[in-house]
């Protein structure tokens, strides 16, 4: 269709409550060939330990992150003019009640991306769904991690199970997907129901920040270690939205009262950007318990800011 306005012709640039919502209105792509950054909905909450609901978390983070434009004020970063990025769609488990069976069928959907040379960007889903993405990422060497949760997620057997998502990275440790001595945790808080909960965390080398420290040191120096820590090689983020306070992201499974701010997380993920980085994930939004929308657009607003990281790096190494 032609258009009286040309500037219309790019989808992107049309008002945003127009189209099709995919991810940051992105073109849809049904194959990865010729992409460089997936964008992926993975909605599956078959790992969750408390209140279900993200598996509905990609459709309404597709739909809140049409308020997202196509420039970074902070940063001037576009990432469309970085790389070719895509919305592919959902990588779903066909049977899912089957919590191993359904990991394994998201691992083999993530190995086709990443064998396509993609870097995938991906909404969960609970987190249970990392430790399938871990395993394609780190199928060739075991990589560092930024972890912005409000949990370590390094626990074990629970309800006789150890593939919930209170576990993945631990798991993925375990397997030699992920390397622990470069793996950084932030904004870790809350209840336990032993104290030595997330001991796998601290025996295997990982770096904790917890949100006490966090508070002291302030959200550079937080980010920064991690960064050190991460270093050259390899490298993922997973941001779980349940890190921010339940003031900013009321719709999540496991809530803990006293987090990050947006501003906060925001400023952390900008400074990503010259890492190796080979994937990212933001998952947990619970749309059921979401009625206003917030946690979808905080955590659409946080995949924006992780796009434009990623499509750095990409931009990085292509040199
Ligand atoms: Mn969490
Ligand atoms: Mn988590």
Redesign the pocket.
Same mark, same amino acid.
């Given at each position: 269709m032609d258009h009286e306005l040309p500037e219309y012709a790019d989808p992107k640039q049309r008002p945003r409550y127009l189209g099709l919502a995919t991810f940051m209105r992105a073109d849809y792509a049904e194959t990865p060939d010729g992409i460089e950054i997936g964008m992926i909905g993975v909605p599956y909450d078959g790992g969750v330990t408390n209140r279900p609901g993200a598996r509905h978390g990609p459709r309404e983070v597709r739909n809140q992150s049409s308020l997202m434009r196509t420039v970074n004020q902070a940063t001037g970063v576009c990432p469309y003019d970085l790389a070719r990025i895509a919305d592919l769609g959902d990588i779903f488990a066909e049977r899912p009640f089957a919590l191993e069976g359904a990991h394994e069928r998201i691992g083999r959907g993530f190995m086709d991306v990443v064998d396509a040379g993609v870097v995938p960007l991906t909404c969960g889903g609970d987190?249970s769904i990392t430790l399938p993405i871990l395993r394609a990422v780190g199928k060739g060497a075991p990589v560092g991690l930024v972890h912005i949760?409000? &949990?370590a997620?390094t626990g074990g057997d629970y309800s006789g199970s150890r593939f919930h &998502?209170?576990a993945p990275f631990r798991v993925a440790a375990e397997e030699g997907v992920l390397d622990p001595r470069r793996c950084c945790q932030i904004g870790i808080r809350g209840t336990l129901y032993t104290p030595d909960m997330w001991e796998f965390s601290h025996t295997s080398g990982m770096r904790v920040i917890p949100i006490e420290e966090f508070e002291d040191i302030g959200w550079r120096a937080a980010i920064n270690e991690a960064k050190r820590i991460a270093g050259d090689g390899p490298t993922y983020v997973s941001f779980?939205?349940?890190?921010l306070d339940p003031a900013f992201a009321p719709g999540?499974?496991?809530p803990?009262a006293g987090g990050l701010t947006m501003r906060e997380a925001l400023r952390m993920i900008r400074e990503l950007h010259d890492l190796n980085l080979v994937g990212a994930d933001m998952v947990?939004v619970s749309p059921p318990f979401d009625p206003s929308g917030v946690t979808a657009l905080n955590g659409a607003t946080i995949m924006f800011e992780l796009l434009c990281v990623l499509a750095q790096a990409v931009a990085l190494r292509r040199g």
């Open positions: 987190h949760d409000a &949990h997620d &998502h209170g779980d939205i349940d890190a999540t499974g496991t803990e947990e």
